[in-house]
């Protein structure tokens, strides 16, 4: 059984900002495409049987720059559509709404964006994991995709609801791991990232 890696991609001037980034399809900046680059290395001695990204341009780049080769893109892994709230920092949303939290209350719809709740990324999630079950039974998947849908997937591997995804903070420009200890899934790697002279300022939790 092959070890499942996800790639959260490299900065953009929204994550950097904490701007909730869900549809809204902006590039890397300088900084997140060194930080792509940088992952290169850790990919490097690995061969997959799989290598999935996000349709979203940011993903799609931090794959190239990565230098995976052989990448499909998989619509499920798309980030957290964010409604209404699309472009806007949780600072910003709690001056009308103290007490929101995006993991158990989700988002209210916007013009342009309909809104998902965590079950709906939850649902997904399951279905990207479907989709790669069988390529894990031949080797090592990667992931190339989004902060808060990678930590919701995370949750949904170990057995968790969609709401834990809350508990894995996942910085840009990072690989992580999952693996298996006695067949369960555990996080077997966090937030893995080379030392390099400069990779900007990573966001905590947005996309």
Avoid: C, K
């Avoid at 170990?158 to 067949?183: A, D």
């Amino acid at each position: 059984m092959g070890d499942l890696l996800l790639a959260r991609h490299g900065e953009t001037e929204w994550s950097r900002s904490g701007r909730h980034t869900g549809g809204t399809d902006l590039p890397l900046t300088p900084a997140g495409e060194a930080q792509a680059r940088s992952l290169a290395p850790l990919l490097a001695d690995r061969a997959f049987a799989l290598v999935l990204t996000s349709p979203l341009a940011r993903a799609r780049r931090t794959a190239e720059l990565a230098g995976l080769t052989g990448a499909e893109p998989e619509p499920d892994l798309r980030e957290w559509d964010y409604g209404a709230y699309e472009g806007v920092t949780t600072a910003d949303v709690r001056t009308t709404r103290p007490d929101w939290d995006l993991w158990t209350d989700g988002v209210p719809p916007g013009e342009e964006f309909p809104g998902e709740s965590p079950e709906q990324v939850g649902a997904r999630a399951d279905r990207v994991l479907a989709r790669v079950a069988g390529a894990l039974e031949r080797g090592d998947v990667v992931l190339v995709a989004h902060g808060h849908l990678l930590r919701v997937l995370t949750a949904r591997r170990l057995g968790l609801p969609p709401s834990r995804g809350r508990l894995f903070r996942l910085e840009t420009g990072t690989l992580s791991r999952l693996s298996l200890e006695h067949g369960s899934p555990v996080i077997a790697e966090w937030n893995t990232r080379p030392p390099t002279p400069a990779q900007g300022t990573a966001a905590p939790a947005r996309d």
